[in-house]
């Protein structure tokens, strides 16, 4: 059995001396013998016995068979040259029927070379659980220490050398256990263990086996054979492992003008050197395609050691800069239509909301790219999340472009329309004010961003009861909007359907229904039925229909709105709890009490854990609750609810928000029927002077409040 350690020329013509040695071969003490010929002839010569040859670490390809360069071929053609060529060592790997050779190599293209064709190659792929969790027993000198052993082979990759140099190391440090092992490989002692060799002496001692420095024997063949490859795993290094596409290396300026490495490099085929590049990743098994081939995935600790050998170059900024680059032009802004692209990065992206650069230029990528990731969460109901993003945008663009700068407005604007939908109503009008005044200084009155801000702070005025205020800047946009834009457009349909939800809560039913019908139509042929925008027509046409009694028809539109929301939002989008909410209104008004009490409960958990327990959604799906209750008779369950909801509305929306005037006239209602006469007709009389103030006299909702307080007067139990 002889061992050659191939990794180099030399290590390979160091391991056939130690052969011609061993078997004490005639004129190896002559130096100007050929060892390879020597060798080479001994092993081929049938007397001489069965034998096995492992060519251990053959990577290099160059090793075996050395590269011509063009003046060799330009000398050969002319007959200047010297005559010779240098002979591929591979010619010296004797063919014998009486030996065999073994090759091991992390090269698919040295081995099927060296091995006469891929079809005599066989891929060493990692373990299976079981194995890897025999080899790793095997290993431990203590084999009653399996506590944990699942979770390490698993973060190990079942990978044979990374398990046996973690049972080397566990056993040096007896008594070690595998749950201490583990918190050294996810601190910041990663590194150090990764780099330690297993030992095994059956391995050369002179080369190292630590499972770090064995992958980045690797990264330097592919760095010296084909440097591009090289900058490609190097930028891959930063991305999450799973699921990278590889469309966002195609077309990329960053792959083409910021690779220092080529020259004229926009001069070829990009697309086709970075499928080149893959190739070759893929030969040294770095990278694997996943079952589309339209992504690819790369194990974890590939990524680490590429890291930790970029760091040996003080490269990791670098890197880290053109990762950084690169998903901010590819990263788009949350709109609907780029939602499937956005799905697609948010896993590769979302480490860089918490890693802030500090490299001026390196600022401005990275406030684009975390704008665009909060849009996005934003939209998809992560509005926590999605707000803190934000904030970091604007206060980084406050700094490096100043206040009053487009793209600082823009982060403010998005800053804004978050803080909407997390109910922060004031919070949202004061910010939208601020971008308001910034966009008609930089931008003009009539630009589009400035509209939409209009519309964005007459929504935050409307949700806040100032319901004047709101007619007046949403008419005005709405004009706006249809002069530059037409009806066809979204914008200028939300802008109408934000008018038609300010009719509906003014009272004005008729006008609101019409509006909300046209809208609608505008919004299915110009977006579509599964469009957000048309879900939430459909739900604020549910609304005003319940609100005016026609109770058949809301059910059959608001089935379809909780339909499109599910499959377009999700279960759990506040967007879709909100309209699945109105159909508790709906199953008490038709008597269906169980119904409404099981789905009650179930949307207010819910968006307990998904908003908030205090937010205006939430808030409300507990009134409609209360409503329910009042229907069974559970004065007791009704009030205690109540009173939480009345508590929250004042603190949080004020004592004269429409919600909190609401909330009142609710619990008053709750207090006669338990007769709390005195108690209720006062908090009745309170509740229609504030509605008479905030709503008008003329409001439906005013008008409900004064009959209530009468009957209220008159009758011993009341509900409504």
């Not at 330097?220 to 290396?249: C, G, T, V, W, Y």
């Not at 760091?311 to 800069?321: H, I, L, P």
């Not at 950084?324 to 799905?343: D, H, R, S, V």
């Not at 549910?542 to 109770?551: E, P």
């Amino acid at each position: 059995m002889f061992w050659v350690h191939a990794s180099t020329q030399a290590r390979l013509e160091e391991a056939f001396g130690v052969i011609a040695k061993r078997l004490k071969l005639p004129g190896i003490k002559d130096p100007k013998v050929n060892i390879f010929q020597l060798v080479s002839e001994w092993l081929s010569d049938e007397n001489n016995g069965k034998w096995t040859m492992v060519l251990d670490n053959a990577d290099d390809i160059d090793v075996f068979f050395p590269k011509r360069k063009p003046q060799d071929f330009r000398d050969k053609l002319s007959g200047s040259g010297s005559g010779t060529e240098p002979v591929a060592l591979a010619t010296y790997l004797p063919q014998s029927s009486n030996g065999s050779i073994l090759i091991t190599s992390r090269s698919k293209e040295a081995a099927s070379r060296l091995a006469g064709g891929f079809k005599n190659i066989t891929e060493v792929l990692p373990m299976d659980e079981s194995t890897a969790l025999r080899l790793l027993k095997n290993k431990l000198s203590d084999p009653s220490n399996e506590d944990g052993a699942t979770e390490l082979v698993t973060a190990l990759g079942y990978i044979p050398l990374a398990i046996s140099q973690a049972a080397s190391y566990i056993n040096a440090q007896a008594p070690m256990t595998i749950h201490d092992f583990l918190g050294k490989l996810r601190s910041n002692e990663r590194a150090d263990l990764l780099d330690r060799d297993a030992d095994d002496i059956r391995r050369d001692f002179s080369a190292s086996n630590s499972i770090m420095r064995t992958w980045q024997m690797s990264f330097e063949h592919i760095r010296k054979k084909r440097r591009s490859a090289a900058d490609l795993l190097s930028l891959m290094s930063f991305f999450n492992p799973q699921e990278i596409p590889m469309s966002i290396f195609r077309n990329s300026e960053i792959m083409r003008v910021e690779t220092k490495f080529k020259a004229k490099a926009d001069e070829h085929d990009t697309n086709g050197e970075v499928d080149d590049d893959f190739s070759l990743l893929r030969t040294y098994s770095l990278v694997r395609m996943t079952a589309t081939n339209e992504t690819c995935e790369m194990h974890a600790l590939v990524q680490f050691c590429t890291k930790a050998w970029l760091s040996s170059f003080d490269e990791t900024e670098e890197y880290k800069g053109k990762f950084l680059t690169l998903m901010a032009k590819k990263f788009p802004y949350g709109f609907f239509e780029n939602w499937e692209n956005c799905q697609q990065l948010l896993p590769h992206v979302k480490s860089t909301l918490d890693d802030e650069p500090t490299e001026v230029e390196l600022l401005k990528p990275w406030t684009k790219l975390i704008t665009n990731v909060s849009s996005y969460l934003s939209v998809r109901g992560e509005d926590a999340v999605a707000e803190i993003a934000a904030l970091k945008a604007v206060k980084a663009r406050e700094r490096i472009l100043g206040s009053d700068h487009e793209f600082t407005l823009n982060s403010m604007a998005l800053l804004a329309s978050i803080r909407y939908y997390q109910g922060k109503y004031r919070e949202s009008e004061q910010m939208n004010r601020r971008v308001l005044e910034g966009y008609e200084k930089v931008l003009g009155k009539d630009n589009p961003e400035t509209l939409a801000t209009v519309d964005a702070l007459a929504a935050a005025l409307r949700e806040q009861g100032k319901f004047d205020d709101a007619e007046k800047m949403i008419r005005k946009a709405l004009e706006q909007w249809e002069k530059i834009r037409g009806i066809y457009h979204l914008n200028t349909q939300r802008s109408m359907g934000s008018l038609a939800r300010l009719l509906q809560q003014q009272g004005k039913y008729a006008d609101s229904e019409q509006m909300t019908r046209r809208v609608l139509e505008l919004k299915i042929k110009t977006a579509g039925k599964e469009h957000p925008d048309t879900i939430t027509i459909l739900n604020n046409l549910a609304v005003v229909l319940t609100s005016q009694g026609k109770y058949t028809d809301a059910e059959v539109i608001l089935q379809q709105a909780i339909e499109g929301s599910k499959k377009v939002l999700g279960s759990d989008h506040p967007g879709t709890l909100v309209t699945m909410s109105h159909l508790i209104v709906l199953r008490t008004q038709q008597g269906r009490y169980k119904e409404a009490e099981k789905l009650g409960i179930e949307v207010m958990e819910a968006q307990k854990k998904r908003v908030g327990p205090e937010h205006p959604d939430t808030l409300l799906s507990r009134g409609y609750l209360v409503i329910l209750y009042q229907r069974l008779g559970q004065w007791t369950t009704a009030e205690e609810l109540m009173m939480q909801v009345l508590e929250a509305h004042t603190r949080t929306l004020g004592v004269d928000h429409p919600d909190t005037i609401t909330s009142m006239g609710y619990l008053a209602s709750v207090w006669r029927n338990q007769g709390r006469k005195k108690e209720a007709v006062a908090l009745m009389k309170e509740c229609v002077r504030l509605r008479t103030e905030k709503l008008g006299s003329e409001h439906p909702h005013t008008k409900y409040a004064k009959s209530d307080l009468k009957l209220m007067k008159r009758r011993r139990r009341f509900i409504r």
